[in-house]
């Protein structure tokens, strides 16, 4: 970086240059650095004038073949090492800033699976997991918002992919994965790495959906989309529904959000029925992986979620792994967040397992589409989040057997929603009485009704 200071004109920093870092250019006299534990400083070097600065970041554009003038306001680009740079100049800006400037200094390889479960991103069964399923070819989607820690996840999981399997990699503007391995000054690992080529005239643009088309001609092991922001979203579904293995990131938040963003992208390309797009999006990426940075600063990977495609088209979602905060307090300005990993779906099942004939549905009560009927239904939550208490009732009525027992636990503590770690779920209260007059309303005959200190307990009979 030495080189690119000395054409800045500011010096070199020592301290910034040993570090992973984004630089932002909020002026030419205001520089603010972010290190990679998330605190800010100001620099103490700055450009001589507006012009200067502009002068200056003209210069490093031209690295990448890129310009930025008054035709042209805004650019992106990217110097050696895994830098990456985006610039915007006055009309974009204010004509006494000059030019406003992100550089990022991108570091991946410095990060590998071990430090992820040192540093408390993950337990080392989660990155086992993961990495398994890149050996055995599911498809997954990392999805978080900016700086959230997912390129640096993708990077550390692919270095575990055996060194005979050919990954090939999409990246647009810089190249943030580092996978090549060296040994004794010859590459050992079999990588293709590519950069889309964007251009003034778009007849000669190479975009990432041109390069995800071509990556299915170098008979791939792994297709790596470094991030999914535009039509090559639907190309890297079709490919992985064809067969091949793809991995990506999205800025998106957890599951569902993940694969309605990714349906929106597809629309972009081919605006079939919106339901079709998701079902596809649910396909092609079973799994997500939602990466997000705490106001700590701290990164972890809040949730690991399974999709499954029902033989009527829905999606229903099942958490593998999540990370459930169980305090978040702020005290003499600096954050403090406590919380720990599980299984959520795992425990549930370890707890019903000692019964025969159980099954635990994970998906949406009024729509799921059940094959039995059943001699037993319990329920405490299912009812909360529904509005229509009458629909529900009727549901647990038609998936009984005669003489089948229905037993509802109503919380007496009900808030207005459900805090689920990741997102909150709006609450529908349970009144008792309404709740009976709705039973009696079915050929469901009430049998016991009794109180405990936490709940009211309704059992109910279906008449033969």
Same mark, same amino acid.
């Given at each position: ?9 500011? /010096?070199?920093? !020592? ?11 909020n002026g030419w006299d205001d520089i603010a650095v972010t290190y990679t534990? /998330? ?109 959230? /820690? ?35 000054? &010859? ?63 999205i800025h998106a938040s957890a599951a569902v959000a993940a694969h309605m ?34 106001? %700590? ?5 809040? %949730? ?32 403090? @967040? %406590? ?9 549930? &099942?370890?707890? #019903? ?12 009560? #009024?729509?799921?589409?059940?094959? %039995? ?6 329920? !405490? ?9 009458q629909d529900a009732i009727d549901k647990v009525f038609m998936l009984l057997?005669?003489? /089948? ?19 909150? @779920?709006? @609450? ?25 200190? #936490? ?10």
């Amino acid at each position: 970086m030495g080189n690119y200071h000395a054409r800045c004109g500011v /010096g070199e920093n !020592s301290e910034i240059t040993s570090k992973n870092y984004l630089s932002l250019f909020n002026g030419w006299d205001d520089i603010a650095v972010t290190y990679t534990d /998330g605190h800010i400083e100001k620099a103490k070097e700055h450009f001589y004038n507006p012009q200067h600065a502009v002068d200056v970041v003209k210069r490093l554009l031209h690295h990448s073949g890129m310009i930025i003038d008054n035709a042209t306001p805004m650019s992106q680009g990217h110097l050696p090492g895994n830098t990456r740079i985006t610039a915007l100049k006055e009309p974009l800006v204010d004509d006494d800033r000059g030019i406003s400037v992100s550089i990022r200094l991108l570091h991946p390889s410095r990060v590998d699976m071990k430090a992820l479960v040192k540093g408390g991103n993950a337990t080392q069964k989660m990155i086992d997991f993961l990495c398994m399923c890149l050996r055995y070819g599911v498809s997954f989607v990392v999805a978080g918002a900016t700086s959230s /820690g997912k390129t640096t996840l993708l990077n550390a999981l692919l270095s575990s992919v055996p060194d005979n399997k050919r990954i090939f990699t999409i990246e647009s503007g810089s190249r943030e994965l580092s996978l090549v391995k060296v040994k004794d000054g &010859k590459v050992v690992n079999n990588v293709v790495h590519t950069l889309s080529r964007p251009s003034d005239n778009p007849a000669y643009d190479i975009t990432q959906e041109d390069l995800v088309v071509a990556s299915l001609r170098f008979n791939p092991d792994i297709v790596v989309v470094g991030e999914m922001r535009d039509t090559e979203a639907y190309s890297a579904v079709e490919a992985s529904l064809t067969g091949h293995t793809v991995v990506s990131t999205i800025h998106a938040s957890a599951a569902v959000a993940a694969h309605m963003r990714l349906g929106l992208l597809c629309q972009k390309r081919f605006p079939i029925n919106f339901a079709t797009s998701l079902m596809q999006a649910g396909q092609a990426f079973p799994l997500v992986v939602y990466a997000h940075k705490l106001e %700590d600063n701290s990164r972890k990977i809040m %949730d690991i979620s399974e999709c499954v495609i029902t033989p009527s088209g829905e999606r229903e979602y099942h958490t593998l792994f999540r990370f459930r905060i169980t305090k978040n307090e702020l005290k003499r300005g600096k954050y403090k @967040i %406590d919380g720990y990993f599980e299984q959520p779906e795992i425990k549930a &099942k370890e707890n #019903l397992v000692q019964y025969s004939n159980v099954n635990l549905i994970c998906g949406n009560f #009024l729509t799921h589409s059940f094959l %039995d009927q059943f001699d037993v239904i319990y329920s !405490s939550l299912t009812f909360m989040h529904i509005k229509e208490k009458q629909d529900a009732i009727d549901k647990v009525f038609m998936l009984l057997k005669d003489g /089948g027992r229905f037993i509802l636990s109503i919380d007496k503590n009900q808030d207005e929603c459900i805090d689920m770690g990741l997102r909150k @779920i709006k @609450i529908f209260p349970d009144d008792p009485l309404l709740i009976e007059r709705n039973i009696s309303k079915c050929r469901l005959n009430i049998v016991e009704c009794f109180e405990t200190e #936490l709940a009211y307990i309704h059992v109910a009979v279906k008449e033969v």
